[in-house]
Each structure stands twice: as C-alpha cells, then as structure tokens.
C-alpha cells in the first residue's frame, strides 16, 4: 500500500511524465548535499464555473528561474516557451479540479561526492504539481521580528529562489511558529526590514504604499509586482519602493505580506503590538479582493496574466 499521500500523481523527470513512486534520485547530486538547486513556487487556481486551473503568470515563474540557472550554472534542456509547454501537460494529466501548487525545480544532478565548483556539473529539471489550500493556515497574521538576519547579496543573492537559501527562511519560520507567532519578518544585515520568510512585505501609512527595495535583500516577488501594478492602476495609489525601518511597521496603518502561496495576507499584530487598528485594513481587503478575482481569471483586463488549462477527464 502507498504511504505518500502524491503517489497517484505524476511528475516531470528526468525528460518524461512519470508516476511520482518513479521519480528518484540517487545519494549523490550535489543539490542533495549544498542545496545547489532553484526551484519556484506557481498557483494553479481552480475555477469551478469555467472547468479550468487558471496558471498565474507562469512565464514571469519561469523567467526567474531561469534567472537563477545562470547564477548557479545550471544548465536545463529547456527554453522558456519549453518549460511553461510541459507545466501545461503535467497539470493535464494530473487531472486537478482543485487549486494547486506547481513546484519546479532546477538541480545540479551529477553523480559525484565532494565538488564544490558549479562549472562543468551536469544540472536536470524536474516539476511536480500537489494540490494546495491556504498556505498560511490563518486570513490575518500575528509576526515577530525574527532574531535571523536576512542573507546578505554577498552571502546568497536573495534575489534568486536558490534552495540552500531557504535554510535562512527555514530557521526563521520555525522560531516564529515555536513561540507561537504566524510567520516571522525578517532585517537584513543593516537592520532594515527585509521581508517575511517567504513573503514580501508592503507598509501603508498616511495614504503612502511602500514596499522594501530590491537592494535590500528581497525576493522580486511575482505578487509584489502584480500588487504594485493594481495598486497604481485600479486604486491610483502611488508604491514606493524604499529603505524601511523596523520602527515604521509598528506605526503604519496596515502591513500586508504577499506572496504566490501566501496571496496578499493582513499582518495584525507585529511583536504583539497591534498594527494600525489591529484588523485587516480597508486598503488590504481592496487590493485582496482585486487579486482574488484576477489569479482565477475572472478579470478579462488581466487575462494576459493568466495561463488556463483544462484538465484531462
Ligand atoms: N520572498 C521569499 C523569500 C519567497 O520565498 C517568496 C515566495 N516565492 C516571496 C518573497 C514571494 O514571491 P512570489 O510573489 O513570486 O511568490
């Protein structure tokens, strides 16, 4: 008897569609070992009137891994057009009528034991699509202040979905949710609010939207461009994209985190101070409902954004 909930899913590997119980891998890649991998995260949202899984905005996924190929030399087989090609097909097969999560993945695949060079290993790609719910188990956030720094450019470029780097995530959401808090906000190395462990983080105060800037240790989030466009252009709400400090979260009217797992998600509480009234503010829940709409493709303006599949019967 199967004791993997995905058994009866397939997955992409190694060049071919195959039942997942098939998709193994030795003792020996590299990324097994270093984490020299980069993977992405992609929603897939079920939309029960239309009979399909709207894909939010896959190419800009796959743009960004491919991104972090070239950082880690990972030489794939597979153009952009090639990757978002076989997403489709595996989502198809998998047969989902629910939402999902599609999962990438970019490895050095090498059989070999203690080479700390990136040139000249052999790299592969492999996908998998699950099923996936709400990520963050709760509509509003309480958060702490993590006692982790943020890497730093020159430690681990944040700015790539690079799998040995989400130990620092890692580190930080487990200390959060041991001492009981939703998720944890992490500084960088100058003490400036960085972003949340899996998130990016946006601080409303006196009718100002602003967001970390990419020159502060940040993951270009796919949300947080797509909510600085709706921002700008369906409420005319200017985003700055700034330096924050710590201290403007506890006084901002609303703080908000986004992310393709996390949606856009109301912090309430930061340190147990409450942020602005200690609910979910009027401008989270605009922009939530605006983003909602869209990722389902429900919004012809936006449909451009949005990739439908119709799964197999
Ligand atoms: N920051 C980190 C560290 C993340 O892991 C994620 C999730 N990919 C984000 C921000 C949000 O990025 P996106 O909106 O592209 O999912």
């Known amino acids: ?125 492999t996908l998998i699509t699950v099923p996936f719910g709400n990520y963050l188990g709760s509509d509003t956030l309480k958060c702490c202040t993590s006692s982790w720094r943020r890497v730093d450019d020159n430690m681990i470029p944040a700015r790539l979905k690079i799998a040995g780097t989400y130990v620092n995530s890692i580190l930080a959401k487990t200390e959060a949710t041991l001492a009981g808090f939703d998720e944890a906000i992490l500084l960088n190395q100058a003490g400036h609010v960085s972003e949340g462990s899996g998130e990016n983080i946006f601080v409303y105060s006196e009718g100002t939207l602003a967001t970390s800037s990419l020159h502060d240790d940040v993951l270009p989030g796919i949300t947080r461009d797509t909510i600085i466009d709706l921002a700008e252009e369906e409420l005319g709400i200017p985003v700055v994209q700034r330096t924050i ?51 389902v493709g429900n919004n012809p303006k936006y449909n451009h954004w949005c990739t439908s599949v119709t799964p197999e019967d």
């Open 1 to 125: 008897m199967s004791d993997n909930e995905f058994d009866n899913l397939n997955t992409f590997f190694k060049g071919k569609i195959v039942p997942v119980p098939d998709s193994k891998v030795s003792a020996m890649p590299p990324a097994l070992h270093y984490g020299t991998a980069v993977f992405e995260g992609i929603r897939g949202n079920w939309n029960e009137e239309k009979g399909v899984i709207s894909i939010f905005r896959l190419r800009e996924h796959y743009e960004r891994l491919l991104r972090g190929c070239k950082l880690l030399m990972l030489d794939i087989p597979y153009s952009l057009d090639e990757l978002c090609d076989i997403t489709i097909e595996l989502v198809k097969k998998n047969k989902h009528r629910s939402d999902i999560y599609i999962r990438p993945l970019a490895y050095k695949s090498a059989e070999v034991v203690a080479n700390l060079k990136l040139q000249d290993l052999a790299a592969d790609f």
């Open 245 to 295: 400090d710590r201290s403007e979260l506890y006084l901002a009217d609303e703080v908000f985190l986004t992310g393709t797992a996390a949606h856009l998600t109301p912090v309430i509480e930061l340190d147990r101070r409450p942020i602005g009234s200690g609910a979910s503010g009027a401008l989270s829940k605009k922009l939530q409902q605006l983003y909602f709409e869209i990722v």
